[in-house]
């Protein structure tokens, strides 16, 4: 199986972190938006694309790569890191799941953890969640990833 992961990790590299053990899984290479070569994704069998969270929302470098991305069939997953937890009624990676998913992608998961967080008014405090993501995260990340690799059939 060929896999991409296309992360804007840019605080702390939280979620550099996270994709680097999704990787490790997957076999894949991890580039950043303005580092991903087009073919190599229309190549890849999953591509994964995660950011940490802005003001509620996943990194406009990732968000704005996935608006220019030509349609196109395909498996894909999202993730994401965090200072705060997620609102269940509106999950952080939703509306990147909804935009892939109008690519053309089938979405095959989202997965998110916390992680250090220096946004004001935390700063002031010297930030929140000073140990994450931690190693039961990155566990967790990796078995994300090993689910995704066990269920690698076409898409359909």
């Known amino acids: 199986m060929k896999a991409v992961i296309v992360c804007a990790s840019v605080s702390h590299g939280n979620t550099r972190r996270v994709a680097a053990g999704m990787a490790q899984i997957l076999g894949a290479k991890v580039?950043?938006?303005e580092q991903a070569d087009l073919t190599e994704l229309a190549d890849a069998d999953l591509v994964?694309?995660?950011?940490?969270?802005?003001?509620g929302r996943l990194h406009p470098r990732l968000t704005d790569f996935v608006k220019a991305l030509p349609p196109?069939?395909?498996?894909?997953f999202v993730f994401a890191t965090s200072g705060l937890p997620e609102i269940p009624p509106a999950p952080f990676t939703r509306p990147?799941?909804?935009l892939l998913e109008g690519k053309g992608f089938q979405v095959e998961g989202s997965f998110s953890c916390r992680g250090f967080d220096t946004w004001m008014p935390?700063?002031?405090v010297g930030g929140i969640n000073k140990q994450r993501p931690n190693t039961e995260d990155l566990a967790a990340a990796r078995a994300f990833a090993e689910r995704l690799r066990d269920r690698q059939g076409p898409a359909s």
Not at 48 to 55: E, I, K, L, P
Not at 72 to 76: E, H, L, S, T
Request: charge should be positive; aromatic fraction near 18%.
């Open 48 to 55: 994964g694309f995660g950011s940490g969270v802005f003001y």
């Open 72 to 76: 196109r069939r395909g498996r894909a």
């Open 122 to 124: 935390f700063k002031l």
């Open 31 to 33: 580039v950043s938006p």
């Open 96 to 98: 990147l799941v909804q």
